[in-house]
């Protein structure tokens, strides 16, 4: 099937503290997961991606975890600052024979970081 | 690199007229572009994907009579919204993937919020 959960639905976290999203999919053949940053009115930001190939990956002070038997991944952003408030959004990889693929999306974490 | 354009930026237009928008990858060509619409608050939702040179793929649900689209080169795609109504009034954004095969990296226009009177 074509389903992404994402929870929570809004997070809100103290300036410098850390703050977790997690997504499970359903579709086996997914291996592709993007995380996408809105801003209100704007469009979404690729802010990182993992490959199935791969467990984790990190870039400063985001970083993705994918567990591929469990079907879930998630997004860990350390030492959070006021300008990370922002709706985020996953979504996973689905193949479409007449294109290659497609990327169905989570319903998106409202993140607040308090200063 | 990996820029995309869209426009308008916002419409406002009576009901049971036509309106379209224009999605370009300015940088790079894009074989593939996906138009989503989403609802205030809400996720995107795909509502199909335009390839160049050959039909849109619409998704279930997604009547392809009134969501015309055109992929008529490499770096422009065009969504015409016809007959519009006010329930068809959200924000429509389209996105371009730099080649096909493997990579999946898709880039995202600022949208067009579009207001149906």
């Known amino acids: 099937g074509e389903n992404v959960e994402q929870h929570p639905s809004t997070l809100s976290v103290q300036e410098g503290d850390s703050a977790v999203i997690k997504c499970t999919y359903s579709d086996s053949a997914s291996n592709y997961f993007p995380w996408y940053k809105q801003e209100l009115g704007k469009r979404p930001q690729l802010i990182i991606d993992?490959?199935?190939?791969?467990g984790e990956k990190k870039d400063q002070r985001i970083a993705v975890t994918l567990n591929k038997t469990a079907k879930h991944f998630s997004l860990h952003i350390t030492e959070t600052q006021p300008e990370d408030s922002a709706v985020y959004f996953c979504?996973?990889?689905?193949?479409?024979?007449?294109?290659?693929?497609?990327?169905?999306f989570g319903a998106g974490t409202i993140l607040r970081v308090k200063s | 690199g990996a820029v995309v354009s869209q426009h308008p930026s916002r419409v406002i237009c009576k009901s049971g007229t036509s309106v379209k928008i224009e999605c370009r990858s300015l940088d790079f060509q894009a074989t593939t572009m996906f138009w989503y619409r989403q609802f205030p608050k809400q996720s995107l939702m795909l509502m199909a994907t335009?390839?160049?040179?050959?039909?849109?793929?619409?998704e279930q649900g997604v009547e392809k009579d009134k969501f015309l689209i055109n992929h008529a080169s490499l770096t422009l795609s065009t969504l015409t919204v016809t007959s519009a109504h006010p329930e068809d009034s959200s924000f429509y954004i389209c996105s371009a993937r730099t080649s096909g095969g493997l990579e999946e990296t898709q880039y995202f226009g600022p949208g067009t919020r579009l207001l149906v009177l």
């Open positions: 979504a996973a990889s689905i193949p479409v024979r007449e294109y290659g693929n497609k990327l169905v």
């Open positions: 993992i490959r199935s190939n791969v």
């Open positions: 335009s390839n160049e040179g050959s039909k849109a793929t619409y």
